[in-house]
């Protein structure tokens, strides 16, 4: 077998100004050492003991940044967890999984130290052919980008089964499953959020990054390598950007910021209009978020969600990605952490306490097993009180909610028409009676013409039910008004991003509309205590805490 060496030689004695002379002496040093693996021609450690993989010998800043990773002491976490055993090798050595060599192979063949830690060849596979002849792009080991259950490549490998099913909840999540994907994943415009390659690339600046599916024309959901960086980075769980920082470089906020004020965007043609869309983000930092009506009194240093301070370090994780301590359920015989990629709000769990796809909202189903699980609200020091208390503060909020987008629109017959004469409740029907009245004007329609780009105290306030709209009054997502449509995404996540900030333009966009149209009174705002709630009271011209 031919070995390459490092074009290092030997150096005599060389006089430096100053200084002695020096015999400095260089020895030959190879490239890479023959496979223990020669069959499937896998390489793993050059120098097992400094963790140096062959791959780092040329790839030395990819072996910097890989070394701190959880991946780089698989082997050893395995070996002091206390329960270490045969099954599980293949998941914390260079193994068969998570590459396509389709066989078993590295560790599972030839149990050599050099295989220990999940290492570059895990994912890429075999190193050896690109070692012997680098310059022959055949012979490059691409690692793979696509991430699904039932497959053996890229996370799919390992990160499955009953220990870390990550991808089977996240196949289940909106990234991994989420309806619309086919038209948004190939639209240039929305690429870059939901086309899983291309938010690498754009929103992460990965563009130079090289993988099997790089040039297929199948689009890629938002997947594991999207967000993470199996290369390793600075934030934890090597992901491609921080989850503390609250800014619009935060994680999830780099995607979910895309728009969260007026004016209405109108396609040519059919007047559709969509209002907020991925505002979730937004509506933590109080960002550049709602229609804002004339006059509104809001104590601008509160914008910002409570959420979204220095009292919920993890901002969006806290909640949509909850670290659960779990009992093995095979052998019963030790615990580890499951972390939850349904993305669920308030996760639920199965019998086994691993995190599982919620599918009712929180406030429907009892705690325990099969509920939702209010943990991570009060251990985040802000909700006193215990998970029952955050519940309860929950279900309030929403009762909120409704009671204030039940003013705006009611839709009594469950159509999506915003309909008058008495079919439908609320400010906006009557601006439509007023419309449709004999001897309307054109005047008595401009509130609610949706084909322009004019954002009305009307068309505000819709804006403002959207943002706000919870699960029992997801009609706002969506409606029709004299024929004209508008629409928008689920923002609010039934009010928590930003609750203080969404029921005060609630508040103030109801008394606009008031004043500006001499519509009735509106009944009591709140139909849970029949009081304005304490922290939120009306004044003249808007709403302050």
Known sequence: MRLRSLALGALVAATLQGCTNEEIVYRDKPLF???????????????????????GNCHVGVQAD???????????????????????????????????????????????????????????G????????????????????????GVVTSCSGCHTGAHTPYVEQWKQSGHGSGPGFANAATNPSCMPCHEGRTAMAVKFGNSSTNYVEKGSLTPERINCITCHSPHGSPYEAQLRA???????????????????????SVATGNGTSRGAHGAQGLLVLGENVGWIPPNFAYDTTDMASSHGTSA??????????????????????????????????????????????????????????????????S??????????????????????????????????????????????????PQLVSRALRPGATAADSAPINFRTNVTTVAKGTLWNAALAATEERRIFLS??????????????????HNPFLLKALLLASIATMHSAYGLPSPPVPNTLTGAVPPHVRLRAGGVTQ
């Not at 075999?126 to 699904?148: I, K």
């Not at 470089?249 to 979910?256: A, K």
């Not at 409606?479 to 928590?496: I, P, R, Y």
């Open 312 to 377: 919920n370090p993890r901002l969006c994780a806290t909640c949509h990605v909850v670290r659960q301590t779990v009992t093995d359920n095979i052998t019963g015989a030790f615990q580890f952490q499951s972390v939850g990629h349904t993305f669920d709000a308030i996760m639920c769990k199965d019998t086994a306490g691993i995190p599982t796809p919620c599918a009712d909202v929180p406030d429907t189903t009892a705690a325990g097993a099969s509920g939702h699980d209010f943990t991570a609200c």
């Open 33 to 55: 050492n023959p496979p223990a693996d020669s069959l499937n021609g896998f390489l793993g450690y050059f120098t097992a003991s400094t963790k140096t993989t062959t791959c």
């Open 479 to 496: 409606g029709v008004v004299l024929g004209n449509t508008f629409s928008t995404h689920m923002a609010s996540g039934n009010g928590v």
């Open 242 to 264: 921080p989850l503390s920082t609250p800014t619009r470089d935060q994680l999830c906020v780099t995607c979910h910021s895309r728009s969260g004020v007026p004016p209405w």
């Open 66 to 124: 890989w070394v701190q990773t959880a991946h780089a002491h698989a082997w050893t976490d395995l070996q002091n967890s206390g329960h270490a055993s045969a099954s599980c090798n293949k998941c914390h050595t260079v193994s068969e999984l998570g590459n396509a060599v389709g066989r078993p192979a590295g560790y599972s063949t030839v149990p050599d130290t050099a295989y220990h830690d999940v290492q570059c060849e895990s994912c890429h």
């Open 379 to 428: 251990s985040s020091g802000c909700h006193i009180g215990g998970p029952t208390q955050a519940a309860n503060a929950y279900r309030t909020l929403k009762g909120e909610l409704n009671n204030y987008l039940d003013q705006i629109w009611t839709d009594l017959n469950h159509n999506g028409i915003i309909d008058s004469g008495g079919i439908d409740n609320g400010l906006v």
């Open 126 to 149: 075999p190193g050896f052919t690109h070692v012997e002849n680098p310059d022959v792009e055949a012979n490059h080991p691409l690692a793979h980008f696509h991430v699904d259950t």
